[in-house]
């Protein structure tokens, strides 16, 4: 079974880190692209970064960047978003996708090709 499980989320208060994961079962992620998306209560859900399979290209938001950072370890079967100075707009449910390949429309990336998503994992910035 193709699985992707986020972990690492909770409750931070601002200027705060955390480091998300998202971990694969079933397949190897290395051969993926894989992104970071959000949904805030409310609003659309958004393209947050995203790394490419083959040479690791990275993309980020505007709103993120120089903040977060994505990453993978291929002996783990795992990507990691690193997410310092967190602001109470960071809030949102956080998911990973991957799939064959990704672009940026408005400078958000966009996955393409057949996807997989994880279940998501809650990011709460809070004083």
């Known amino acids: 079974q193709l699985q992707l499980v986020e972990s690492g989320g909770g409750v931070v208060q601002p200027g705060g880190s955390l480091r998300l994961s998202c971990a694969a079962s079933?397949?190897?992620?290395?051969?993926?692209?894989v992104g970071w998306f959000r949904r805030a209560p409310g609003k659309m859900r958004e393209g947050v970064s995203c790394i490419s399979s083959s040479l690791g290209i990275t993309y980020y938001a505007d709103s993120v960047k120089g903040r977060f950072t994505i990453s993978r370890d291929n002996a783990e079967n795992t990507v990691y978003l690193q997410m310092n100075g967190l602001k109470p707009e960071d809030t949102a449910v956080y998911y990973c996708?991957?799939?064959?390949?990704?672009?940026?429309?408005?400078?958000?990336?966009?996955?393409?090709?057949?996807?997989?998503w994880g279940q998501g994992t809650q990011v709460t910035v809070s004083s």
């Open positions: 079933g397949f190897t992620l290395e051969n993926y692209a």
């Open positions: 996708a991957a799939a064959p390949g990704i672009t940026t429309v408005q400078g958000m990336c966009v996955m393409i090709g057949d996807d997989y």
